[in-house]
């Protein structure tokens, strides 16, 4: 499945700037053959905007879902957005997934928060696992730091995720997880792994983009540089479906060891 990373922060605090550049991504990214179009983490708003972060917040199924959803089906492409989800009186780090012909697939809540920031202004999810068929791949969610807990990639591994879907907001001086830890991840867990970052600078932060799509080789099939930027990769079934049958991480392991290391 060919699949196209946005590495961007579009205009942070701006729902509606980001929509239209949402909207002229899908358009390149469809005309290039994609079939999946993944954002950064937080996209639709911006990442370090404070307390705008409940301001700009919406419901799963609130105004902007609706309009990436008329966006996916006029572009003919499947959309994972990175943005605030207001659910009651919380607030959670999301991504969903809006099918080609504009069906909200999936809605994953970061579990692991990062940092102050993070822990003041969202509440974390409690499901691991979010997961949905999509191009003859199961396509699994998760968010930026959620991927550097090896527990819960291997989660999705057991659970049979092909090709895992990482919004992030990777900043410095943590380049290293996008230059070496994801890659590692899609190896030993067998599955592909794209990893979406936002660039530039935000309030403290600078974010260092980097975004691959790596392979269950451990190779990156595409890698951004530090700027703006479409990546497009393939996500191929075949090619995964060889390397688990090469590779013995996951029949060698031996789940009766390991209760105590929970």
Known sequence: MRTALLQSSG????????????????????????????????????????????????????????????????HGLAIA??????????????????????????????????????????????????QVELGGLTVGLMICYDVEFPELVRAHALAGTDLLLVPTANMHP????AESLVPVRAWESQMYVAYVNRVGSEGEFEFVGLSTLAGPDGIARARAGRGTELLLAEADPAFLAASRAANPYLKDRRPGLYGSLA
């Open 174 to 177: 943590f380049q290293f997880v």
């Open 11 to 74: 205009r942070p605090g701006s729902t509606v700037e980001n929509l239209k550049v949402l909207d002229e991504a899908a358009g390149r990214a469809a005309a290039a053959g994609a079939a999946l179009l993944v954002t950064p983490e937080m996209f639709l708003t911006g990442y370090a905007i404070g307390d705008g972060v409940g301001r700009l917040a919406e419901p799963a199924d609130g105004d902007s879902a609706d309009t990436v959803a008329e966006l996916a089906h006029r």
């Open 81 to 130: 957005y990175g943005y605030p989800e207001r659910a009651g009186d919380s607030v959670h780090n999301s991504v969903q997934l809006i099918s080609a012909d504009g069906t909200r697939l999936a809605n994953y809540r970061k579990t692991h928060l990062f940092g102050c920031f993070e822990r003041d202004h969202f509440t974390p999810g409690e499901q691991p696992v979010v």
